[in-house]
């Protein structure tokens, strides 16, 4: 499985999404609970545009692995995406709750913290 899954990420890295899917349903096929494989297939759904599917997976995978810090820090980028950025905001407060060392979600929620200030000053 672990193969699958280094096969996919290597499509990923080289811009082959196609085959990257094809491995990473492979994964999904043989182990359907498998949070990696499911993770890396929202991430190439929210990318082919498909966001409320990806959300939708995304959710499922945090209510199943919520130790799972990449669910939430992809969750929120979608929501910022979608200007949805209150609950954006507790997705990359969620994630570092996770794994305080996530370097882009601290970097992000900085961001977001930045924009918000601009948008809604005190």
Do not use: T, W
């Amino acid at each position: 499985m672990i193969d699958l899954i280094h096969f996919g990420l290597a499509y990923l890295q080289n811009g082959s999404a196609r085959e990257a899917a094809e491995m990473f349903g492979k994964v999904v096929a043989l182990q359907p609970e498998n949070p990696l494989a499911r993770y890396y297939l929202a991430v190439l759904s929210a990318n082919d545009g498909h966001l409320d599917r990806a959300v939708a997976e995304l959710e499922k995978i945090i209510s199943s692995y919520p130790g799972f810090a990449g669910s939430y820090y992809y969750l929120a980028r979608i929501y910022v995406s979608q200007k949805r950025y209150k609950e954006a905001r507790h997705m990359y407060k969620a994630c570092l709750q996770r794994d305080p060392d996530y370097e882009d979600a601290q970097k992000r929620l900085g961001e977001l913290d930045e924009f918000l200030a601009r948008i809604f000053p005190l």
